[in-house]
């Protein structure tokens, strides 16, 4: 994105997943992200609310079009964990891994545990922060690394409660497989989570960057297991729901281009 597309008779169309100037806070990249945009024949974007942060910055067409999520989920969950809080994310800025970290210190459930899923090097400044604050959490969180899609959703399976302290999401993958698992949500309210977390009745939303809420929210499903049970079948169903939207979406697209092709 450091100049404007090459002038060329060939339409041009950009796929946003986020702003990326917006997501990590590296301000530098907007200008060369604007001009990109502008330059473009049509525009997709992951979520809705993209697409209105996106209108401000283009006059280009605008379509939606959710990426969905990836096959790490279970139908059912198999053998509930006592206390086994799920973190998904890479060491980014934008994603917040020690927060979420420190929201399960702030549970303080007795017996509970977490593991952190994802690329814990990513960033080296991110990777430091995870793992002093695992270190200072001790033996209740593990650190797993990348997993295999299986060794995911056996986790998805055994999960509580999925938490996030995402500041920016485009569309979260992880988010909608946790739902499609049957896993109550706890994050940040953020647009590109709430698009998908109907607050109290997927899961819980709190103010963004309020860790203790956070944490409070964590204890409150980890202590109420009707409750949690409850927002997690709603969490299934609202997968599910998307799941069928994204089906159609394909099969209009698969029409079309057969409808080209002859």
């Not at 949690?228 to 994204?246: H, T, Y």
């Amino acid at each position: 994105f450091r100049h404007r597309p090459a002038r060329t008779k060939a339409p041009s169309v950009a796929l946003v997943h986020q702003l990326a100037g917006e997501a990590n806070g590296r301000g530098g990249r907007a200008e060369a992200e604007r001009s990109a945009l502008q330059g473009c024949h049509r525009v997709i974007a992951v979520s809705e609310w993209l697409r209105r942060r996106l209108e401000t910055i283009t006059r280009s067409p605008i379509e939606v079009i959710s990426p969905g999520r990836d096959r790490c989920f279970v139908a059912s969950p198999s053998s509930l964990e006592d206390g086994l809080v799920l973190c998904v994310g890479n060491a980014e800025p934008e994603k917040g891994v020690s927060q979420a970290i420190e929201a399960a210190g702030v549970a303080g459930r007795p017996g509970s545990t977490m593991v952190v899923v994802g690329d814990l090097e990513a960033d080296p400044r991110e990777a430091q922060m995870i793992h002093a604050v695992a270190s200072a959490a001790g033996p209740r969180v593990r650190l797993a690394g990348v997993l295999s899609p299986g060794e995911l959703a056996d986790l998805y399976s055994k999960a509580r409660v999925f938490v996030t302290a995402s500041r920016y999401e485009g569309w979260p993958i992880a988010v909608a497989e946790a739902m499609a698992s049957g896993v109550p949500v706890v994050g940040f309210d953020i647009p590109g989570l709430r698009e998908l977390v109907r607050p109290g009745t997927d899961g819980l939303l709190v103010a963004p960057g309020d860790v203790a809420a956070l944490g409070r929210a964590v204890a409150a499903l980890l202590s109420n297991r009707t409750l949690a049970a409850a927002l997690g079948a709603s969490a299934r169903e609202r997968a599910a729901a998307v799941d069928e939207r994204l089906e159609q979406l394909d099969n209009e697209l698969e029409l079309a281009e057969h409808r080209v092709a002859a």
